[in-house]
């Protein structure tokens, strides 16, 4: 698999990224924490540009989350199920994982496709049950874009900074740790909310 997403970026470099991030939001088995943690590496080579990885793979995510968020939109709640039991084996989906993903989705469907930008195994197929929910689709691009932009630009510096050791970052950080990560981007849009709202003081 390393090899493979290697290989691809190697020969496409942002293109390569892009779709890789792009597949990835339907196809588990390619994860975002290898990809944008390689592409990471390389910056630190200077064969690529740190923001042009960043923009490249969270364009790709953004992207690639349209067909799922479509197909939950015209498919309904049932049928997308009933496919996934069905032929998801070929690209390793399973039910229950699209279970995960409609657990995630609660009442607010912006925080809520936010914050499942930075979950593994949950951030491709928040797009289905938001699609099912007539989720509107302006909406559903920027929360996208905004989770997914805090998660490209994560895992490339981590890679950057981690350097050939960046292999590590899919083995040890899973959904608790970006659940984590995921509360604290929340504080902060929180506090910013709060002091931008806040009323001022008069000037004497």
Not at 137 to 163: E, P, Q, S, Y
């Amino acid at each position: 698999m390393l090899h493979w997403i290697t290989h691809l970026v190697n020969s496409l470099s942002y293109w390569g990224v892009a779709i890789l991030m792009a597949v990835e939001n339907v196809v588990l088995p390619i994860p975002s924490e290898l990809i944008m943690p390689l592409a990471g590496f390389k910056t630190a080579r200077d064969q690529m540009t740190l923001l042009g990885v960043i923009i490249a793979g969270t364009l790709g995510s953004v992207l690639g989350a349209l067909p799922l968020y479509y197909a939950g939109y015209a498919l309904g709640e049932d049928r997308p199920r009933q496919w996934i039991e069905r032929y998801g084996k070929w690209v390793l989906l399973r039910g229950k994982d699209l279970d995960r993903a409609t657990e995630r989705f609660s009442g607010n469907s912006f925080l809520d496709v936010t914050l499942g930008q930075l979950l593994p195994g949950v951030r491709g197929l928040i797009s289905i049950p938001a699609g099912v929910s007539r989720m509107n689709v302006g909406l559903f691009l920027l929360a996208n874009l905004i989770g997914t932009l805090v998660w490209c630009t994560v895992l490339a510096v981590a890679g950057r900074l981690l350097g050939r050791n960046f292999t590590e970052i899919h083995k040890f950080l899973g959904p608790t740790g970006w659940g984590i990560l995921g509360l604290l981007v929340v504080a902060l849009a929180y506090w910013l909310i709060r002091r931008k709202t806040r009323p001022t003081g008069r000037r004497r």
